[in-house]
């Protein structure tokens, strides 16, 4: 299966890189290369591309708000690319429904690792990020977890891969754990998210969190 992508970032020299990168791949195909949020939007609408890999700071409209509209309408995912490190931008992605990430620190060969995770329909957090993502998780007082809206319309076995998710396992981890084809684990994945009104597996991560499945 060849992964389409779209590649959205306003410095035109990073832009080509990335495209030089992903287009070295034999199963990855930029089919669109744009230097602003708007334009990112528009041409993901066209493409239909498998994700978007989105920078934060663009003109227009910036990374964060061009991902909560394209997720929010469920063009496609987006895996955000930024050279900041800055939990304001990581917890607006995240919020914003991004299935990932990646600081452009990040070498050529983490970078199309990252796309096929995103395209098989795992996560993906810069290790940089993830550890301040746990830590944040962590200060949070465990005496009061949170269920999210829905969680009591999960079954057994979708509390199951939610408590999967917040441990970060990947869909071929889930199925592996709970003795269930990739495709089976996949499944379960978009009902747990759709009944908890969730836009990526990141979020069902934190949520896990906050109801106090993972320890």
């Known amino acids: 299966m060849t992964i389409r992508v779209v590649v959205a970032d306003d410095q035109a020299t990073v832009r080509a890189g990335l495209v030089m990168i992903l287009d070295s791949a034999p199963d990855i195909e930029v089919v669109g290369e744009v230097g602003d949020g708007l334009s990112a939007v528009r041409i993901a ?3 239909r591309p498998d994700l978007v890999l989105m920078d934060v700071r663009m003109p227009g409209i910036d990374g964060i708000e061009a ?25 607006g992605a995240l919020a914003a429904g991004a299935a990932g990430f990646l600081l452009k620190t990040a ?12 395209a098989r329909g795992d996560g993906v957090l810069a290790p940089e990020v993830t550890r301040r993502v746990i830590a944040r998780l962590a200060a949070t007082p465990a005496s009061r977890p949170t269920p999210p809206p829905g969680l009591d319309s999960l079954t057994p076995r979708e509390v199951d891969v939610l408590r999967c ?8 981890e889930i199925a592996a754990e ?7 684990a996949k499944t379960h994945v978009s009902r747990v998210l759709g009944k908890l009104g969730l836009r990526s597996r990141v979020q069902a991560a934190i949520a896990a969190q906050d109801a106090g499945l993972v320890s």
């Open 67 to 91: 991902t909560r509209r394209l997720v929010g309408e469920g063009v496609c995912d987006v895996l955000v690319l930024t050279t900041f490190d800055v939990d304001e931008y990581v917890d």
């Open 178 to 184: 709970l003795v269930i084809s990739e495709a089976t």
């Open 107 to 118: 070498d050529a060969a983490r970078l199309i690792e990252a796309v096929r995770a995103v």
């Open 45 to 47: 609408r066209e493409q």
């Open 165 to 172: 998710l917040g441990r970060g396992l990947s869909n071929a």
